[in-house]
């Protein structure tokens, strides 16, 4: 054994993972050679410094101001999260309403609106109102399900307006009902 | 580390995946002391230690819903902490200049006591012992990174070789090559007060 291998014996020596054999050759090369046992003597007295080296407790203050973060780290991000939810259905119900407008720009100027026409209107305009009284609402209690409620009832006015202006086409009202769900589901999950 | 810790913290990070509170709060308490004690060895001040420890848990929080439970929870912040170490003393490195030798730490630069062969309760022993132990730590600060995570995590929170691997995402042979690194550099650092050169304290004659 010579020294450099006498020396990395010392440190998993001190891990307890040299072997009998590696000790026995280090025993042996330590009684000759000065320099190394000087050499596991410092190593030794250094380690048993470190493991014994006082674990500070942290202060009380750690836990209190961690719990004052976290709570501030809360709110922060409840806020943030009403006001984004708030905003996304806020613009989703006004881009709802431009479509619904502009579908009755459109009749309106290709023919005279009928009775059940300005019924279907009328419902279309009460649930579009439904939507911003629902969006408003969210913002106050930040629920998830009044959240959901207004992007179904901005859907269902934008489907009803859709089936007023067209009440035959029955493959529109399907595909506008199914990227209401989808834009509920999205919503959901 | 042990099965029934394993479990427990299994159980916290599930409390506290379902949102409750005094979940993380106990995991706060369990591991605060441990996480300190790591940050204090890595970093000089005392200040910055609770700063990043505080910073430790704040990001475990914002992170525990994505734990996934790969490693177990005490890795996982101690890794956080290593990172907060890390980063924290590479910012430092750019804006000090670089650190004393250890010969020039000594605050009286008088004479170092005889190796103590008295008995243990001998006040000056005793003052000695200390002495070498604030010289341990000042030598630590001054070492590379590195070697100083592994040295820590090892000799002082009493990690296992393995886990300090996971935790410094290395393989487990650079881990225990840097530990010997750690020791011959450490020594090499401690080598003037070990043998005598920068003396401290004075016994009465």
């Not at chain 1, 020396?7 to 025993?27: F, N, P």
């Not at chain 2, 300190?36 to 992170?63: K, N, P, W």
Request: with cysteine; glycine share 4%.
């Amino acid at each position: 054994m010579n020294c450099q291998q006498a020396q990395r014996t010392i440190s998993r020596q001190l891990d307890g993972e040299a072997s009998v054999r590696e000790l026995l050759a280090l025993k042996e090369h330590l009684e000759r050679c000065c320099q190394c046992s000087v050499f596991a003597n410092d190593l030794g007295r250094l380690t048993g410094v470190l493991r014994n080296s006082n674990v500070e407790s942290a202060p009380e203050s750690v836990t209190f101001v961690v719990q004052e973060r976290l709570s501030r780290l809360k709110r922060e991000g409840e806020r943030r999260y009403s006001l984004n939810r708030t905003r996304w259905t806020a613009s989703s119900v006004l881009r709802q309403l431009a479509a619904a407008l502009r579908e009755c720009w459109l009749a309106r100027s290709l023919r005279t609106l009928g009775r059940r026409e300005v019924y279907i209107a009328a419902a279309c305009a009460a649930v579009f109102v439904l939507g911003l009284v629902v969006s408003v609402r969210v913002h106050y209690d930040r629920s998830h399900t009044s959240v959901v409620e207004a992007t179904v009832a901005a859907s269902t006015a934008q489907v009803l307006t859709l089936s007023a202006m067209d009440p035959l086409d029955d493959v529109t009202i399907v595909n506008n009902l199914s990227r209401s769900a989808r834009d509920v589901h999205a919503m959901v999950h | 580390m042990m099965e029934g810790a394993a479990d427990r913290d299994a159980i916290l990070v599930t409390r506290c995946q379902s949102q409750e509170q005094s979940a993380f709060d106990e995991i706060v308490l369990l591991y605060q002391d441990r996480i300190f004690s790591y940050i204090r060895h890595m970093v000089a001040s005392r200040e910055d230690a609770e700063d990043l420890t505080q910073e430790v848990f704040v990001r475990a929080y914002c992170g525990i819903q994505t734990f996934r439970g790969h490693s177990s929870l005490q890795t996982w912040l101690f890794r956080i902490a290593t990172n907060l170490c890390v980063d924290w003393l590479r910012r430092r490195k750019t804006t000090q200049t670089v650190s004393p030798p250890l010969e020039c730490l000594s605050s009286s630069g008088s004479v170092i006591a005889e190796e103590p062969s008295c008995s243990e309760l001998d006040p000056f022993v005793l003052l000695a012992e200390e002495e070498l132990k604030a010289r341990v730590l000042e030598a630590l600060h001054l070492l590379p990174e590195r070697l100083k995570t592994v040295l820590v995590l090892h000799e002082v929170v009493g990690l296992p070789y393995a886990e300090v691997a996971s935790i410094v995402r290395c393989p487990l042979g650079t881990v225990k090559s840097r530990m010997f690194q750690a020791r011959v550099a450490l020594r090499s650092l401690m080598l003037p007060y070990l043998r005598g050169e920068v003396k401290t304290v004075d016994r009465p004659q």
